[in-house]
């Protein structure tokens, strides 16, 4: 039981940072009410929902084993049980021709045809160094990865351990595939990470998605859903939070302290007229200049066996690619008639160009866009893909660049009352790094840290 202390503490977004930001503060005993601009909690990790297919599993957040924060969160919330294991097979493409590239066997890589063997013994032999430094490459903590963060991008660190080829083809599509950013635009601790943690991994999603998590850690909060906060300001020692509703007039609140918890140039508007005392140089400097590539999820309904099921199909090579990857899992859906149907669910994700010039547009013109684009990934689907869901994240993933680690470490060592910021931009675009970013952000107004 916690002791209340007659701290009010607003939460401004209701992601997997600020929930966990604001389970530490209500475990403190504050008074907590969140701020969500949409209608649920959940941000970046929120589903969908879409009653006709079996099981409903919406946007395909994946949790893996090696996430130590939400593993203890599953616990403790007793979730096992909503936790749907996948198959971690990944495909490689070069110019639709698919080779399987599995992370756990180490034939695998022996075995993978895009690239010749030296530059396959290279491969292991990288990945076998970085899983020997596992404790100290850790891609979701800046406190240990800001050690490696030596200036040298995924690329170029890359291309020291492979030829160009070999990395383009083994270790870029595994970066730019998961996460839609160049490998010249982020530290090399972000490839590293990826080679140390990944191999003998399970892939998991939440059977009804993975805000799940989200709405756990707010319980206690007053939570404000579709609350926009539109302004913040300082009056003597209040912070005044004036949040807009649709339909309503905006309102406006006092609190002891806040937490800002939405992506960075969200928190940079937000915070511009407050002193610097409460955000110093370097924090606003940091905040202001994150940046993001963001992610446009175009999916379709195939039939069984035009494509592999269960499985991350990734494009290989340098460069830019129309479509960077597509996962495919199976599904049933009923038929007008309500009979079962097993298909494909497949999630197709354009690259970096397509997906800016796609965000916005009328839904049947990204359909009609993205569907021509499978059979760059895999020449031989000849199936036809039926429209299904497109979810749109203009600040899909924060770009951890070269020495931002370290950049990280330090505006965190300074957070404290009466403001403090989470977010995945403090670590990389993952879930587990949320987390950790909120407990952190939490513990510093607390005084846990
Ligand atoms: C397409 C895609 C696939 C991904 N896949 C995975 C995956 O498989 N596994 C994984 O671990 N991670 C994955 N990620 C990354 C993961 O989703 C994010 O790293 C994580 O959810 C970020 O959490 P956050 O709390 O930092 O930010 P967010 O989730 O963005 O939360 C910020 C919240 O602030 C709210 N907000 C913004 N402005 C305001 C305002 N003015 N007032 C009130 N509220 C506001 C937003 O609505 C949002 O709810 C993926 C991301 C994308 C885009």
């Known amino acids: 039981m ?32 969140i701020y969500e601009s949409a209608d649920g909690l959940g941000g970046r990790a929120r589903s969908w929902k879409r009653p006709e297919i079996e099981p409903q599993v919406g946007i395909n957040l994946m949790y893996v084993s090696f996430y130590s ?17 996948l198959s971690s097979d990944i495909y490689i493409s070069d110019h639709g021709q698919a080779v399987p590239l599995s992370p756990d066997s180490a034939l695998s890589p022996l075995t993978y045809r895009h690239v010749g063997l030296r530059d396959r013994l290279r491969f292991l032999r990288t990945t076998v160094n970085q899983v020997r430094n596992k404790s100290r490459i850790d891609f979701f903590d800046p406190i240990k ?60 999603v939440f059977r009804d998605g993975m805000q799940i998590i989200t709405e756990r850690n707010a319980r206690g909060a007053d939570v404000r859903l579709a609350h926009e906060v539109t302004d913040v300001r300082m009056t003597g020692t209040e912070l005044e939070v004036t949040a807009g509703r649709a339909g309503g007039d905006p309102v406006t609140e006092s609190f002891d302290e806040l937490v800002l918890a939405t992506p960075a140039p969200i928190a940079a508007k937000l915070t511009a007229s407050l002193p610097a005392e409460v955000v110093g140089d370097e924090t606003r400097q940091f905040l202001e200049s994150q940046r993001y590539e963001p992610a446009l999820s175009v999916s379709f309904l195939v039939d069984v066996g035009t494509l592999p099921s269960e499985a991350h199909i990734v494009a290989g090579g340098p460069g830019d690619q129309p479509l960077r990857n597509m996962i495919t899992y199976p599904r049933t859906v009923r038929d007008e008639q309500g009979r079962p149907v097993d298909k494909l669910l497949v999630f197709a994700y354009p690259g970096r160009e397509n997906t800016r010039r796609l965000l916005g547009l009328p839904q049947e013109e990204q359909f009609a866009a993205v569907a021509p684009l ?31 680690y370290r950049q990280a470490v330090r505006v965190m060592e300074q957070q404290g009352s009466p403001v403090v910021f989470a977010g995945d931009y403090f670590n990389s675009p993952t879930t587990e790094a949320a987390l950790l970013s909120g407990f952190r952000a939490g513990d510093a107004l607390t005084g846990a840290r």
């Open 145 to 204: 990865a800001a050690q490696l963060d030596d200036g040298l991008s995924a690329a170029e660190w890359g291309y020291q351990q492979m030829s160009r080829r070999g990395f383009d083809y083994m270790l870029r599509p595994q970066v730019e595939g998961f996460w839609n950013f160049a490998s010249e635009d982020v530290s090399s601790v972000h490839a590293r990470g990826l080679l140390a943690w990944m191999g003998g991994s399970g892939f998991y």
């Open 69 to 85: 924060q939400m593993t203890r969160l599953i616990k403790e919330y007793a979730l096992e049980n909503e936790l749907m294991k």
């Open 374 to 404: 499978l059979k760059t990934l895999w020449s031989d689907f000849s199936g036809e893909a039926e429209p299904f869901q497109i979810a749109e994240r203009p600040y899909g993933f924060p770009i951890p660049a070269p020495g931002r």
């Open 2 to 33: 916690s002791t209340r202390t007659g701290k009010r503490t607003a939460v401004i977004g209701g992601g997997m940072a600020g929930t966990a930001a604001a389970k530490k503060l209500i475990a403190s005993g504050r008074d907590v009410v």
